[in-house]
């Protein structure tokens, strides 16, 4: 246990750098970016494979050990728990007044019960009370009754820790197996399960493509709803709405469903959420030429909350020379007192595309790959921005503009919106929850049941009374052991009251004064002829 206490503690220092440094599974883009900023370090760190914490060496080698030795540690303590559920109480011992819970009573002679039917009776009120019992040395004049409860303490604990054994075997599973992928739908287009229909991707170590099922999601429509009344003066969003045509297979019947933030969609065994939004004006490129060299939506990627939106367009296709594009989209454009142009509205009442303009080579034709939001413009040479005499470009909807020096031109034909899906595959994601909740339960039980001794010890006075002494232990703490103990004391009182013999005439008029020790807890027996 001290070795998997480690172990658990070592995991958890081992994923800060996690946290620290960029992931490539989850952007690869800012890894690569980090490593270029940092040459001297970046390098070196990605030796060390801190830019993949959780599929690293190290950190699977931690994860295994934990994992064998939670085994070590649950295999052993099955096998003594599963023979202590097997084995009788434990006898009772010769002096229960050292047990830190011990008290004393007496019965009347005029009961009529003997030592055995006391010893009987109180066995009966444990087993009732949830206790294993066997009664003892029954044909004697010392009969006892050893009872003990709490095993579902231990049995909590094993539950515990074998849950989660099955946790961490999930969720290797689900890194092994599963799947997880990005991709931008704009309004009109379909999205279809394939490895080509993602954005990004990032597979399991041994994922198939025949484990994506093929259905496909087409983006009818998207719709923001925005609250103008806000108190801080500021348009905040309030629903984000996709309407999406799905269809589970090729053949199957299309059927419209709704994704929201927070309340995905179940497809095909896989999850898709809606984690982003934004605006994607359409916009055509001719080239020199008048040819057609990019035509389309254009996503553009938000930077505050009223859209404000960076554009980066890119015609590999144009002739003579590539051409590119980068700029702002303002879906409500207006201008301020330095004659800067800002967009005071997220929805789109007045759109505008500012752009520049740029020609040469985009460096796409060497088969590195790039960031689409991204246009170096190193190497490249201006057409418009706003230090040149052409200055830059200003397109409201359905207008076109020249470029200089007869590149080209560039036009506004209209806007969309798009949805950033977000689809998630991972086939141990039901045995997780399972393990997790009767992990839970099993923390539970160890942490609330309390393991009890208890013993009881019945024997016949000279004068004809019963004397009845008990005593409770615990393993481990318990707080509430002495209630326990006067519980079972007015068990004990009320069964034997309830045999409705008189007292002597001689003797104690009620079982309380009979009693030799008047309340529970640790007490010494003030009876000498027992």
Known sequence: MRTA????????????????????????????????DNPGTGPWLDRFQLFDVYSSAWFSAIYLLL???????????????????????????????????????????????????????????LRKRGYRVEARDLETDRPSVAAERGFAKETGNLVFHVCLIGVLGSIAVGGLF???????????????????????????????????????????????????QSSTGKVQPLDFTASVTVKEDPNDEPRTETLKVNEPL?????????????????????????????????????????????MVIKAPDAKPDQLGFVGFFLPTAL??????????DPDPANPQLNLNSYYGDLGLDDGVPGNVFVLDTEGL?????????????????????????????????????????????????YAVLIFAVLSLTGLSASLFLARRRVW????????????????????????????????LRNLLEKKWMAAGAAPRKDGPDTLADASVAGSTGRTEESGKDD
């Open 5 to 36: 206490l480690f172990l658990l503690l070592l995991l958890a220092v081992a994923a800060v750098p996690g946290s620290l440094f960029p992931q490539r599974p989850a952007n690869p883009a800012s890894v690569t970016q980090y490593i270029q």
């Open 67 to 125: 994992f064998i030795s939670l085994i070590g540690c649950v295999i052993p303590r099955a096998k003594v728990h599963w023979k202590a559920l097997r084995s009788k109480p434990p006898r009772t011992p010769k002096n229960l007044s050292r047990l830190p819970e011990y008290g004393t009573l007496a019965v009347p002679a005029g009961a009529g019960l003997t030592a055995a039917e006391a010893a009987k009776d109180a066995a009966q009120l």
């Open 178 to 228: 599963g799947y997880n992928g990005q991709r931008v739908v704009v309004e009109g287009e379909t999205f279809v399960n394939t490895l080509v229909g993602y954005d990004t991707f990032s597979p399991g170590t041994n994922f198939t493509e025949s484990q994506l099922a093929p259905y496909s999601i087409t983006l009818d429509d998207f719709d923001v709803t925005f609250d103008r």
């Open 266 to 310: 179940t497809i095909g065994g896989t999850r898709v959420f809606l984690v982003g939004n934004g605006y994607a004006p359409v916009v055509t490129v001719r080239d020199g030429e008048g040819n057609i060299a990019f035509q389309g939506p254009v996503v553009g990627v938000p930077t505050d909350g009223v859209y404000t939106s960076l």
């Open 335 to 344: 201008i301020d007192g330095n004659g800067v142009s800002f967009s005071g």
């Open 381 to 429: 040479t201006p057409l418009n921005n706003r230090d040149l005499d052409s200055g830059g470009i200003v397109l409201a909807m359905n207008q076109i503009q020249d470029l200089p020096d007869g590149k080209g031109s560039i036009s506004f034909d209209g806007l969309l919106r798009y949805a950033a899906l977000d689809i998630h595959y991972d086939p141990a994601k």
């Open 456 to 487: 009881v010890r019945t024997g016949t006075n000279d004068d004809g009374r019963i004397m009845v002494e008990y005593g409770l232990l615990a393993r481990g703490e318990d707080a509430r052991l002495e209630t326990e103990a006067e519980a």
